[in-house]
């Protein structure tokens, strides 16, 4: 045996032997393997720091009154009645009819605003412009702002579906009452003054009519 030969064995051996040393360290795949772990799932879970409440409070309705009182209780029985009922819109709704209608009265001009109020409001509004107007009294005024608009109260009439809600304002205008002969008689054209009233607002939730109408004045 020449010595080519015996190097060639030796060297196969050696093969051999490092082969089934790595088997035995390495182990061997046989067979289904699973698939590497993701490292998403092998990453320590982080806490959220809130968790959120199915059926919590309705902020539309919690914003303007408290949770659980009878406003909060009457303004979510408006919303079962007439699911798209919202308190934000109709306070927006109602900061324009505030300055539409207190104008129209100035102004003794009430056809504008006869879709928005009741028989008795209507009523009252043209006695009080007739009465001026018999006295030869016009009314200057200019609306300036609203100060302040807040919800005050509602209520819910669950047999026949009507609703009510209590708007309190705190308006800023300007007014003056002049006589035939045009002279001040009473305010400045110059002063602001603020003006605070509480109307009511009425309407059956579910109605054709979308129009709200007011149904009561106070301050």
Request: overall charge negative; glycine content about 8%.
């Amino acid at each position: 045996m020449n010595s080519s030969l015996i190097q060639l064995l030796v060297l196969a051996g050696i093969a051999i032997f490092l082969i089934l040393k790595l088997r035995s360290v390495l182990g061997t795949r046989d067979g289904f393997e699973k698939p590497p772990v993701p490292l998403d799932d092998v990453r320590p879970r982080v806490k959220r720091d809130f968790e959120v409440i199915e059926g919590g409070p309705d902020r539309d309705i919690t914003d303007h009154v408290a949770d659980g009182s009878e406003a909060a209780k009457a303004l979510a029985a408006m919303k079962v009645a007439e699911p798209g009922f919202s308190v934000n819109t109709f306070l927006q709704g109602a900061r324009g009819a505030y300055e539409m209608i207190l104008m129209s009265f100035e102004r003794g001009d009430l056809d504008p605003i006869r879709p928005f109020l009741d028989d008795e409001i209507e009523a009252a509004f043209a006695q009080a412009i007739n009465a001026r107007e018999a006295e030869g009294l016009t009314v200057e005024a200019t609306f300036v702002g609203l100060r302040e608009l807040a919800l005050q109260n509602a209520t819910f009439n669950r047999d026949t579906n009507r609703a009510e809600i209590s708007v309190r304002y705190v308006g800023e205008l300007t007014s003056v009452i002049r006589n035939k002969a045009g002279e001040v008689v009473e305010g400045n054209p110059k002063e602001i003054k603020r003006q605070r009233d509480v109307w009511t607002y009425a309407r059956v939730m579910g109605s054709s009519d979308p129009n709200w109408q007011l149904v009561a004045t106070g301050d």
